[in-house]
């Protein structure tokens, strides 16, 4: 079913769509991603989801789920803290990106986040690259939005687009070789 630490890793996130009081499509979307890159099933996704409304009935108590540490208690084991501090940070950077999901990065979001990087003891300086990133990111995606909606299809269109692209994945690249290095 869930390999070690999956299930809690994707409540938590779920948990986090939920704290600002809206879990978005974007969200949605980004958390099949994520759960996807994690291996994660249908079925075991859905069950984290499902796990997640019984602790947390309505979405503004998965705030306090979150930051009184009862997600602990939930999966009856001491998880926060127990991953190396590159899983850490790889959960992070996925908490920042799915406060961006929507746009719209809240108080709530930020304030779950900062309680993790206070908690598991994450340079500033690393969360602080990571919302850089996303901001520059979010900017990116809104100028190739732009560009689709200003330029007619065709070859000066398609560069433009490209460029974006390969600025993107450059940011992406190097946050994954920010996050990597902190194992060493």
């Not at 499509?25 to 796990?51: T, V």
């Amino acid at each position: 079913m869930f390999g070690t630490g999956q299930k809690e890793e994707a409540m938590l996130y779920y948990l986090y769509m939920m704290s600002d009081g809206e879990v978005s499509y974007s969200e949605e979307k980004l958390f099949a991603e994520i759960c996807k890159g994690m291996n994660m099933n249908e079925e075991d996704k859905q069950d984290a989801i499902d796990k997640c409304r019984e602790i947390a009935p309505n979405p503004k108590s998965a705030f306090n789920v979150i930051m009184n540490e009862k997600l602990d208690d939930q999966v009856e084991k001491d998880w926060f803290g127990l991953k190396n501090p590159s899983t850490l940070a790889r959960i992070i950077w996925n908490l920042v990106n799915l406060g961006y999901a929507d746009t719209n990065y809240s108080e709530e979001e930020k304030e779950i986040v900062n309680h993790l990087i206070n908690k598991w003891e994450i340079r500033p300086e690393i969360y602080h690259e990571m919302v850089d990133t996303a901001d520059t990111i979010l900017a990116l995606i809104r100028q190739k939005e732009w560009i689709a909606s200003t330029f007619d299809k065709g070859s000066l269109r398609d560069e433009k687009e490209r460029r974006i692209d390969s600025e993107i994945s450059m940011m992406l690249s190097d946050i994954k070789i920010t996050i990597d290095e902190l194992t060493m």
